[in-house]
């Protein structure tokens, strides 16, 4: 999340949904009293302060920004976020739990254990949910139909971190990791910056939806029914 006090936005980071690289990007052109959580080095350091200061952390919600603000402050702030296809996004999510399982190694007595009992160590990234889950589903589709992956907090249904709780956007716009050059242009040119967007933090390079059997495809679109629909993607 960015929160911008001399530009006057809010930028609202889904989970998987190239949040980092557009955090990254705007830093550059972030002042003094501005706050960016997580994503960039400083964002990352203070990343637990501002949590206990503020409340706020990286993924925080619009509504969760407004809290913070104050409802006149709020909306007089220009906020937006960048949303993905569900489905792509929650592959995302699968690579890229994989990827961090991969690249931890198990240690030997944390090996016994997990063959004795069947319980990952309590440490990243093995606590995480989508890794449990991850580590223990054969396929994508198992990945969705895992009972772990749906409380996985990267997993939550899109809309949720930019509406109310009565389901209405809160933020003045949305855009979409599919036409991320041509949205984020538009943000540069209303928050009246110039800086160059890198993809980061990239969990796979596939461009197509991923195959699902048909119970894990109706199981993502019952989950993610209101982002089909709020965001225009295809559930076929």
Known sequence: MIISLNKRYVFVHIHKCAGTSIEVALAKSLRHNDIVLGSTKSGEKYQEF??????????????EARGFLG????????KFAFVRHPIDRLHSLYAYALKL????????????????????????????????AALESGSFSDFAL????????GAQPQWQ???????????????KVETI????????????????????????????????????????????ARDFELFGYSAS
């Open 50 to 63: 501002f949590k206990r200061a503020i409340g706020l952390n990286k993924h925080s919600t619009a509504l």
């Open 71 to 78: 409802e006149q402050m709020y909306a007089r702030f220009f």
């Open 101 to 132: 399982a991969h690249n931890t190694e198990l240690t030997d007595d944390e090996r016994r254990n997990f063959e004795a009992n069947g319980q990952w160590p309590d440490r990243p990234p093995f606590r995480y949910k989508a890794v449990a």
């Open 146 to 153: 895992h009972p772990l992956t749906w409380s996985d907090a």
């Open 161 to 175: 971190s930019v509406c109310n709780a009565s389901g209405h956007l809160i933020v003045d716009h949305v855009g």
């Open 181 to 224: 050059e041509q949205d984020f242009a538009q943000i540069c040119e209303k928050l009246e910056v110039s800086v160059p967007l890198e993809v980061r933090n990239t969990s796979t390079e596939k461009k197509s939806s991923p195959e699902l059997s048909a119970l894990a495809l109706a199981t993502v679109r019952e989950r993610f």
